[in-house]
């Protein structure tokens, strides 16, 4: 049974979410300056089928990226994107040089950094073979460390149940402060925020993507908990840059908007003082 186990997705543990939300490359990593990742250790809560996380790990030249969440159905699924992604990985491409830092948008693009391979340019192990075949072996032996598949690990946790045992350069906190907010109240939400800033390096950076108080009205109607929990919060999202200042971070950079529809929301930057 899953950590996650009630039938209505009440952490916001949805099934099926980027199928949803589906994208090549995610819109709101694209929003970040091109070697924001290079060579960083990357916390990702709440990763659900861990795609960001995979993204990090392959695209984007992280270290090592730890995706977390609380539904261990969806950890499996993340694990799973992984090997998919490791299989469609085309061999032994090193550094592409592209001259694609078209800024006009305000949307970066990558320049430089497809460090290992670019899996969708060339599908050496396309998905149709996957299908009938299942995913390719991840070798033990000949993957360098800090390059994808084996610098992306996840882990089944709730991350406010957790001691924090590690710290990190960057921590992504996307679309998922909603559902701790509702699920542990104002106290939960800033305990949230406090273990962020434990879990971050002096210097370290919180990517933070809060979605606004209009949508708390259907979530809380998920679950009677919910609704219940939702009576008692005095704190909105607009708080939450005041709240993060006080437990030891720098002013918001606001990054812009990416998504469509109800998933057009900010993707802030937070700097740990
Ligand atoms: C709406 S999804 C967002 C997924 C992903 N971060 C993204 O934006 O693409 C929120 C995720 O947070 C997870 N989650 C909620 N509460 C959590 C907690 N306390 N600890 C770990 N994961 C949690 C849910 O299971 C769900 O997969």
Redesign the pocket.
């Known amino acids: 049974m899953s950590m996650?186990s009630s039938i209505a997705?009440v952490?916001?543990?949805?099934h099926g979410?980027?199928s949803k939300?589906p994208f090549v490359r995610?819109p709101?990593l694209s929003l970040l300056p091109p070697s924001f990742f290079t060579g960083k250790a990357v916390l990702?809560?709440?990763?659900?089928?861990g795609?960001?996380t995979c993204e990090i790990g392959q695209i984007w030249g992280a270290a090592r990226v730890i995706g977390?969440?609380?539904?261990e159905t969806?950890i499996r699924g993340a694990w799973k994107r992984r090997r998919s992604l490791w299989s469609q990985q085309s061999p032994g491409r090193d550094v592409m040089e592209r001259n694609e830092n078209d800024n006009s948008s305000g949307v970066f693009k990558r320049s430089k950094l497809d460090r290992v391979t670019d899996s969708h340019s060339h599908y050496y192990f396309p998905a149709s073979c996957e299908h009938s075949h299942e995913s390719l072996p991840i070798p033990t032996d000949t993957i360098k460390e800090g390059h994808f598949p084996t610098n992306v690990i996840f882990r089944t946790?709730?991350?406010?149940?957790e001691p924090v045992s590690e710290r990190y350069d960057i921590v992504?906190?996307?679309?998922?402060t909603?559902?701790?907010h509702l699920?542990?109240g104002d106290d939960g939400i800033k305990q949230?925020f406090r273990k962020v800033h434990e879990s971050l390096n002096a210097g370290g950076t919180l990517v933070l993507?809060p979605q606004t108080w209009e949508t708390y009205a259907k979530a809380k109607r998920l679950d009677e908990k919910l609704k219940e929990n939702a009576k008692h919060l005095k704190l909105h999202p607009g708080n939450f840059p005041t709240i993060l200042q006080n437990i030891g971070f720098g002013p918001p950079r606001h990054l812009g908007s990416v998504g469509e529809g109800g998933f057009h929301r900010p993707v802030d930057l937070y700097i740990k003082l």
Do not use: Q
């Open positions: 996650a997705p952490y916001g543990n949805y979410y980027y939300r995610d709101r990702d809560i709440g990763c659900n089928e795609w960001v977390v969440d609380i539904d969806l946790a709730d991350f406010l149940a992504i906190a996307l679309s998922i909603k559902w701790i699920n542990y949230f993507e």
